[in-house]
């Protein structure tokens, strides 16, 4: 029987290397050469097989057998080994549960994540873009990557309503867990990350018990509201909950605006066409989602029984890899997929997963992207890109480092409008 760090009979084997210097900068050529050449690949250096085409991608992403936990394939779980304070909730995290328990959860929170609830927090997400400009104001010029980075985790932050007094324990405890998912981590580096993260945990449940008694009308109050409707979640499943969010939500929605920002400038037709139809903003951020995504090493999954995909059958406990922005540029399900157009009508969007583990946050996202570039775009007669920007060699996004921005101030007038 096939083990399954082996590859499958008749599977090729790719000699993938995301790491390769230039990829960060213009993948595209690979994954058109990966996609195009076969539909299944075997990946020696990660033990993985690779898919890329984008019916196989969403395949992947629907299948139930396919899990985001590594324990129901019957893997080590990448935490193994935390310390017992905050085992439990990494261990009820979204990403670990089993498929009831995982819907149950979804449930009691989805309430909070809706296109309709997501707007009602506009202002806010406004106030924090401000405050996230305003060191660059008279400076004539912006770092793109340090305005983004200023912003998602303090929107989860006033989600949650931390108090003033314990912004810095909840800032790094929301910087230990993003850290956390880097694969690279060995266990040593992983117990120094995650050192803040019971300090974190400890904040989080005084919280919990002080909203028991005071619901308002944050993240903790809609999760013990749910309780009196049915879907009781335990201490450590809302624990988990919210470092799931923080982990997989903050980085990435910082690279949603790094990436909108860049792929507007590099063509300034782009940008001007959204300045003079503002309207148009938020499906072209929905196209350079697909057109220039940020992901790079693949959304994984784990197969708890034997599958079979694009004629390839992997062997439970194999690792599948699906590789979302080659999927994103699949002429067989995307019309002329290489050309970026804002007008574009999506029937499909891959860009924030698919089936049960569609992005939960996927509507906050987008709303802070639309917010954070279009305060750019308002408040700017001009941008543009100075110099290279600059990758940090993040081995599962094209994480940018540094985007310099040269900017003119618009005129009062239009700042106004």
Known sequence: MMTPNQAAKGCPVLHFKPDAPGFDANPYPTYTELRESAPVYFWPDAQSYVVSRFDDVAAVLRDPRLATDPVAAGLRAPDAGLPEAIRGPFERSLFRLAPKDHARVRRAVSPAFTPRACDRLRPMIQRIVDEALAPFEGKGEIEVAEFADFIPLRVISAMLDIPGAHEKTFRDFGEALIKTIDPRLTPEAYAAVVAPVPAGMALLRELIAERRSRLGDDLLSTLLRAEAEGDRLSEDEMLGLVAAIIAAGSETTVHFICFG??????????????????????????????????GKGGIVRYCTEDVEIGGVTMARGSIIVAILPAALRDPRAIPDADRYDPRRQHEEILSFGLGP?????????????????????????????????????????????????????????????
């Open 261 to 294: 920002v860049m792929s507007l400038l590099c063509v300034p037709e782009r940008a001007a066409a959204v300045r003079a139809e503002p309207a148009l903003l938020r499906s072209a951020m929905e196209e350079l989602l697909r057109f220039d995504n940020f």
């Open 357 to 417: 583990h569609y992005c939960l946050g996927a509507s906050l996202a987008r709303l802070e992207g639309e917010i954070a570039v279009g305060t750019l775009l308002r408040r700017t007669a001009d941008m543009r890109i100075v110099g290279e920007p600059a990758y940090a060699g993040h081995p599962t996004l094209r994480k940018l480092s540094s985007l310099r921005v040269a900017v003119t101030p618009a005129a009062r007038s239009e700042v106004a409008r």
